[in-house]
């Protein structure tokens, strides 16, 4: 319930997208918020009214003269009480109408009258996308200060293949969450790594573990909610990479660790949340060992780089904050090793309680001590981590400006 106490208009325009406003409207209730519809009439050629008041339990709003709304303002009545306005789709022809402030109907209306923020999904063949006219309204509606999510680039109803693909509903969801989050990493750039490390045996063969992925992620997501410019360097999962991440995918420790060594100079933040091999093989095959030649088979194992230490090494660091998985003694073992890689935060878990499931126990080991975060899905610890690195960055600028 992430949006639970929200208040939400989601406006939805004529287009094939459209059909996706129905699954929108059902994830936005299901994560609490209040959602009211309104429609443009070519909307309702594609998902009717009845629909949508049925999954939002309210009235799905078309008529800019409905006698129901009192003193008949509909363009003011229905979004006086909103946080948010969203419009998905919002089609080439109600983006122009934005960027010019023209107002013809119930949605344009009381956009133009709006007084909470507008984040818009914008949903075209791939051309108008593009088009020069439409590029001056996408320039105009950013400097308004409207909110975008999306598009993205794929196949489309017409048959072409470009950007002016609507995004998902799941997506849209996350953006709206993101939107409500606290800017606590504003400006900053923050990279994270992610993921286990793959160490090839032979070209069919590999030594790995266990991890999932999915803190570095939520950790990656959680950042990008804060207003971070995020970069994730993650190795092989089989997660999507969050909206409006840049991720560089990699397979080794040592192919992690030149991706680190591009991302991480001038950064901020370093999250190393990887699950990173301590060991490659040195001797691989360079063809698959087959079963009976394998009888006795010994790998010789060389040490890989320690990506956290070298960051944390270099002059002008960005803040870094290590990882610690433990199966036993995980305050001795978390110490420890908060020490021997010289960070300012280190994040520990339990790995019996967390290895591929959504929700976690972490603690967190500073200069002031240990600070459990509790039990609770991945993304909402990634939240209170994020907020946590946010009060050191702020303690850290206060004594330099004391100093």
């Known amino acids: 319930m992430t949006l639970k106490g929200k208040r939400l208009l ?17 994830l936005l209730a299901k994560e609490g918020a209040d959602v009211r519809v309104a429609m443009t009439e070519a909307a309702t050629r594609f998902v009717t009214p009845v629909t949508l008041q049925a999954l939002t339990g309210q009235t799905a709003w078309t008529d800019l003269w409905d006698p129901r709304v009192p003193d008949n303002m509909g363009h003011i009545e229905l979004s006086r009480d909103r946080d948010l306005i969203i419009v998905a789709p919002a089609s080439a022809d109600f983006l122009g109408k934005l960027a010019g402030g023209l107002a013809d109907d119930l949605l344009s209306t009381l956009c133009l009258a709006r007084r909470c923020p507008l984040l818009v999904a914008p949903a075209m063949n791939v051309e108008m996308w593009e088009n020069p006219a439409m590029q001056r309204n996408l320039h105009t509606l950013r400097g308004d200060g409207v909110h975008f ?25 996350a953006e709206v969450e993101a939107f409500f989050q606290p800017k606590l990493l504003a400006g900053k750039h923050v990279v994270v790594t992610a993921g286990p490390t793959e160490e090839p045996i032979d070209p069919v063969r590999v030594i790995t573990n266990a991890s999932s992925g999915k803190m570095g992620y939520a950790v990656a997501r959680a950042s990008r909610e804060a207003g971070a410019r995020v970069t994730l360097v993650s190795g092989p999962t089989a997660l999507a990479t969050p909206t409006g991440v840049e991720c560089v995918r990699v397979r080794s420790a040592e192919q992690m660790f030149e991706a680190v060594k ?8 370093f999250f190393a949340a990887a699950a990173v091999s301590d060991y490659r093989v040195k001797n691989r095959a360079e063809q698959k060992i087959k079963k009976g030649a394998a009888a006795g088979l010994s790998l010789e194992l060389a040490e ?27 305050v001795e073992h978390a110490r420890a090793k908060r020490a021997k890689k010289a960070v300012p935060l280190l994040a520990a878990n339990l790995a019996q309680h967390a290895l591929g499931a959504d929700d976690n126990e972490i603690t967190l080991f500073d200069e002031r001590g240990e600070h459990a975060l509790g039990r609770a899905p991945k993304l909402e610890l990634a939240r209170r981590l994020v907020a946590h690195v946010a009060g050191m960055l702020a303690g850290e600028k206060r004594a330099r400006a004391k100093a």
């Open 304 to 330: 890989n780089p320690d990506i956290l230490a070298w960051v944390a090494g270099q002059k002008n660091a960005p803040f870094c904050v290590g990882f610690a998985a433990e199966s036993e003694k995980l």
């Open 10 to 26: 989601l406006g939805v325009t004529g287009g094939v997208a459209a059909y996706k406003a129905a699954q929108l409207a059902r």
């Open 262 to 269: 591009k991302a991480a100079p001038g950064s901020d933040v």
């Open 149 to 173: 999510a999306g598009p993205a680039a794929g196949d489309q109803a017409c048959g072409e293949v470009g950007m002016g693909r609507m995004l998902e509903p799941e997506e849209i969801v």
